[in-house]
């Protein structure tokens, strides 16, 4: 270890750490798409209606995720699952 490091606990260090950990992952944070494409929340929308009005309905499916999927990618981009996978 260096002299200048000695003058700083582990904890001082850890704190240091944290905190640029924190700011990274601030910087990485998805941000919204400047031009979001809906077309596949409106697919998504119709879809789950047809399903909701077919004979095969029930409520125990996954459709309330794909649309949340659906919705933070076309905000967000396609890669943002993979973000909140990573984060969440």
Known sequence: MTDFLKMYTTKDLEKVVADRKAAEAELNKPV?????DYRS?????IKHIDYVASDDYCDDNDEEHYMYEDVM????G???MDWISKHG
Do not use: G, Q, T, Y
């Open 32 to 36: 919204p798409l400047k031009n979001p």
């Open 41 to 45: 929340i409106l697919a998504s929308a």
């Open 73 to 76: 990618k076309a905000i967000f």
């Open 78 to 80: 396609n890669n943002v």
